[in-house]
């Protein structure tokens, strides 16, 4: 009977890490990528908010106010929603994030061929690869989407006070940025989850011998 590896949550996490330190330059590189998707998305759905509270605000130049700075809405409107073009352009930035995400994993599994086979050999089960490549992953999204998140905020809010005035201070909206940032972290996880599904399975497959044979 073969000698199986049984790890402990604790330990993975730690393997994990340390991966993520010594290919320091290249996991900021994915990142990077989700970074600037996720921080696009809070920003669109942060400077709707913004305009929302305006909205709310019952001031009678709202309407003029949000017309000028380029928001569809006319008089008696009662809500703020994104237009198609928005929706169709953070859907895009998502998908060539989700390209390149899966594309870093690829190019780390490659990186990390006599790794993962010394692994196998040593008796580490497919679950345990997949493990340490998922809270790899797992790490960088969160990391990458709350750096995002807090970008993007920022940045609606510098760009919602030239666009809009200082009016958007006197009617702040605390809890829809708060849930913007959410959902935005949340998507952005769930990219860099989804991104490491296939490369993750592709190295849990791979023959302990082939791997070993194959030059970095």
């Known amino acids: 009977m073969s000698r199986l590896i049984a790890l402990p949550f604790r330990k993975s996490l730690e393997i994990a890490f340390q991966s993520i330190r010594v290919r320091f330059f ?22 709707n908010d913004f305009a929302q509270a305006v909205l709310n605000s019952g001031d009678i130049n ?9 928001y569809d809405v006319s008089f008696g409107a009662d809500a703020i929603a994104a237009s198609a073009k928005q929706r169709w352009i953070v859907t895009l930035s998502l998908l060539v994030c989700i390209v390149g995400i899966i594309n870093a994993q690829l190019m780390s599994v490659t990186e990390r061929f006599r790794e993962i ?5 040593l008796g580490a089960l497919d679950r345990f690869i997949v493990r340490l490549f998922v809270l790899e ?3 960088q999204g969160l990391a990458g989407s709350c750096a995002g998140a807090i970008l993007g905020v920022v940045s609606a809010t510098v ?25 935005s972290v949340i998507v952005g996880t769930s990219l860099s989850l989804i991104g490491v599904i296939y490369p993750a ?16």
């Open 137 to 139: 992953a797992l790490m």
């Open 159 to 183: 760009s919602s006070t030239f666009t809009l005035g200082t009016s958007i201070f006197s009617s702040f909206p605390w809890v829809a940025l708060c849930y913007s940032m959410l959902l």
């Open 26 to 47: 290249r996991s900021l590189v994915t990142t990077t990528s989700l970074v600037l998707a996720v921080s696009f998305l809070c920003y669109m759905r942060s400077s």
């Open 62 to 70: 709202s309407y003029q106010i949000l017309v000028k700075a380029g």
């Open 201 to 216: 399975i592709l190295a849990a497959r791979m023959q302990p011998v082939e791997a070993m044979r194959l030059e970095q």
């Open 117 to 121: 086979g010394t692994m196998k050999c």
